[in-house]
Each structure stands twice: as structure tokens, then as C-alpha cells.
């Protein structure tokens, strides 16, 4: 991302700590003032190559996406993406650092639609409501209904639910 100027009228943070409709507000403001280049990798990569470095190969794929690169790339970690500009890893830089946290809420928007939309796909997982994360409801809908495509089968609660064995499941029309 490569903010012109910084935000007035929105409140800026952690992604985490902000309430959804925040995060949402502070996403329209930010896209309104930045380019944005964006890398999404698929669970069946996460598998492949490990959560590390798939995050690293979406972030090269979001610096690719940039229309012109920036003098500087600052990524929040503890280990910056191959790039041919200089880029430098701050630990918690969501929390410590503007541009940082401003990439953290169009991340957060992004991947909060992106499960929304897969809820649309596949209702039965709940993706709207639990956003993919380790949730007691996620949980429970893994037991229930086997691990889906979206899954990263790699990920313990998922390959539990792989170990159990396959899903009966019936459908019936109540019509």
C-alpha cells in the first residue's frame, strides 16, 4: 500500500482493535487515498509450502500488484518478502506503525468479505459469522461437516476432523 497522505476523521489502529463497522470506515477512507496492491494465496498452498512462507509469497504478490513501487516496503513480522526495493520487518507493526496498520484494516476487510462470500458458497461452515477463525462455532461445524475446500488441511482442528473419518450426511425436502 502506498498512502498519499495521512487520514483525517477516521481512527486509525491495530486492525484488531477496531470494532467491524470502524474497520470499515477506515478501509473506505484509506482506499479513497492509496494505492493498494493485494496477494491472496489458497489453503491448498498454505499447506504446500507452510503458513510462512505462503504469507511471504502473498505479500510479493501484493508488492507485484502496486501500480509503481514504493522507495520503501514495511511489513509487520519478523521477516520481509524477497523485493527489489529495500524492505524492513517491524514486530507488531500493525500496532506501532501508520502505514502498517492501515495495510492490517484492508487485509482485515478484504479477508472479512472474502468469508462472506464463501459463506454464500458453503452455508453450512458459518463462515460469516466466525470469519475463519478457531472459533468453538468453526469448530463445531468442522465436526459436523468434514473439512470443505476452503480448508487448510493441514491446520490441527482440520486434520482432527480429517482423522474421524467421513461425514454421513442426509438431506431432506420438507416440501
Known amino acids: 500500500m502506498i498512502l498519499r497522505r495521512r487520514l483525517r476523521g477516521v481512527r486509525i489502529d491495530d486492525s ?3 470494532t467491524p463497522l470502524a474497520r470499515q470506515r477506515a478501509c473506505d477512507a484509506i482506499l479513497e487515498h492509496a494505492a493498494v496492491g493485494i496477494g491472496i494465496v489458497c489453503a491448498a498452498d498454505v499447506d504446500r509450502w507452510n503458513i510462512h512462507r505462503a504469507a511471504l509469497r502473498a505479500m510479493q504478490q501484493a508488492i507485484e500488484d502496486l501500480p509503481r513501487l514504493p522507495q ?25 506503525c501508520y502505514i502498517i496498520s492501515c495495510a492490517s ?3 482485515k476487510v478484504l479477508r472479512d468479505r472474502l468469508m462472506t462470500f464463501y459463506h454464500q458458497l458453503l452455508p453450512d461452515y458459518a463462515f460469516d459469522r466466525h470469519k ?12 459436523r461437516f468434514g473439512p470443505s475446500v476452503l480448508h487448510r488441511m493441514t491446520f490441527r482442528p ?3 476432523a480429517l482423522a474421524a473419518g467421513p461425514v454421513s ?3 431432506v425436502d420438507g416440501a
Open 169 to 171: 450426511v442426509a438431506a
Open 132 to 143: 475463519g477463525y478457531g472459533t468453538e462455532l468453526h469448530a463445531r461445524r468442522l465436526e
Open 72 to 96: 520503501l516496503i514495511l511489513v509487520d513480522g519478523t521477516t520481509a518478502p524477497a523485493a527489489t526495493v529495500p524492505c524492513r520487518a517491524i514486530i507488531d507493526g500493525d500496532a506501532s
Open 16 to 18: 484488531k482493535r477496531l
Open 158 to 160: 482440520v486434520a482432527a
Open 105 to 107: 484494516i484492508v487485509a
